[in-house]
């Protein structure tokens, strides 16, 4: 698939009013610390009738103003905080073409061929960067890379929402919560919950589990598809041991499934540990919630494990047990090992550590 690329250009926020100031910033929480530093992709593919790149981009600009951070750059200031300069130094807009109707590529499957839809996610300063391609039979596919730092999935598909709305002239609604420093340190300090060998680890540990690892060239994808009636009689099995407590949800039991098809398929030792990484959304955990819409990185991990005789031999709800807890009490459940990592005195040595062991939310 050969792409051809137009024009490439900075595009900043569009204001209809006076600018605000360039020169002031955004301290990065404690939740933004701890994520990836890095860019991620996704890719957007659309059929006829679909907008002008003028029409694309002007609904990216008036977005942009809404969400200043992602027209900002990452800066270290003199205290040696991570912040976002909101200096409005703009995005990277490039615009293209492939000589090919989109049916040529359909399905479309994860493949490094899919890399040329969207800008490099390498060496990049701008914190967003879109790529819009014109296929020959009229359709389009939007290609979008933000900084992790910035914004989480959650966050960023806000955003992606506020321009759709900008780009067919409706207003955007509701607004993002901007206040990043809501995660103040309580008076006195209360420890209450320990994220230093889930969350607050080593960059050891990151660079052993990437985000995205550009160094791995055979990686193969499969999609698998389950059924409806699969998918019930799993969940039944799955929550066969809960009695009279809610069932496991289908995300739990379809993950409990995997989890123990992939160890067994990997022919790991009997002894040896697995775990499963899981994403959790603090926006509904958090005690007090934080203001709707706000805009930032709020995802903690948790980390279900367990030894391998133990998944394989045990019923399928062992498995699933081990994940609900994990999810519930956001934190390693299941053998006592630590992630790979540096001792816990290290891990106090973190940006950020000592602001959210203080931290009034929980």
């Not at 609900?324 to 550590?353: C, I, L, Q, R, T």
Request: net charge neutral; glycine share 6%; with cysteine.
């Amino acid at each position: 698939m050969k792409v051809k690329t137009g024009s490439s250009r900075l595009i900043k926020p569009f204001y209809e009013e006076t600018p605000p100031q360039t020169r002031s910033c955004i301290p990065l929480s404690v939740f933004d610390l701890v994520t990836y530093d890095q860019h991620v992709a996704i890719i957007y593919v659309y059929r006829p009738p679909i907008p002008s790149n003028m029409t694309v981009e002007l609904g990216l600009r008036k977005a942009l103003y809404v969400y200043r951070e992602w027209a900002g750059r990452l800066h270290v200031d003199n205290e040696g905080n991570h912040v976002i300069l909101l200096n409005d130094e703009g995005v990277r807009f490039v615009e293209a073409s492939i000589d090919r109707a989109l049916d040529h590529i359909m399905p479309i499957i994860p493949s490094t061929s899919l890399l040329c839809l969207h800008p490099s996610l390498e060496g990049v300063v701008e914190l967003v960067q879109v790529q819009v391609t014109r296929f020959s039979c009229g359709s389009m596919a939007v290609g979008f890379t933000a900084h992790h730092f910035v914004a989480d999935g959650h966050a960023t598909s806000n955003f992606l929402v506020a321009w759709g709305l900008a780009c067919r002239g409706l207003k955007i609604d509701p607004l993002p919560f901007h206040d990043r420093e809501i995660f103040y340190p309580q008076n006195p300090p209360s420890f209450e919950f320990d994220h230093r060998g889930v969350e607050y680890i080593s960059k050891t540990f990151k660079q052993i589990y990437p985000l995205i690892d550009h160094g791995i060239e055979d990686i193969v994808s499969y999609k698998v598809r389950f059924t409806s009636d699969f998918l019930s009689a799993l969940k039944a099995k799955a929550s066969s041991m809960r009695e009279n407590a809610k069932p496991y949800s289908t995300f739990e039991s379809i993950v409990a499934h995997v989890w123990r098809a992939i160890t067994k398929a990997r022919g790991m030792h009997a002894s040896e540990t697995t775990h499963v990484r899981i994403s959790v959304d603090g926006r509904e955990r958090l005690n007090p919630r934080v203001p709707k819409g706000y805009f930032g990185n709020l995802v903690l991990w948790a980390f279900a494990k367990s030894k391998v005789s133990n998944l394989l031999n045990e019923p399928l709800p062992y498995a699933a047990k081990l994940l609900h807890d994990a999810v519930a009490s956001n934190s390693s459940v299941g053998d006592p090992d630590p992630p790979p990592g540096e001792a816990a005195e290290e891990h106090k040595k973190k940006p950020g550590y000592d602001q959210y062991e203080n931290n009034n939310y929980s």
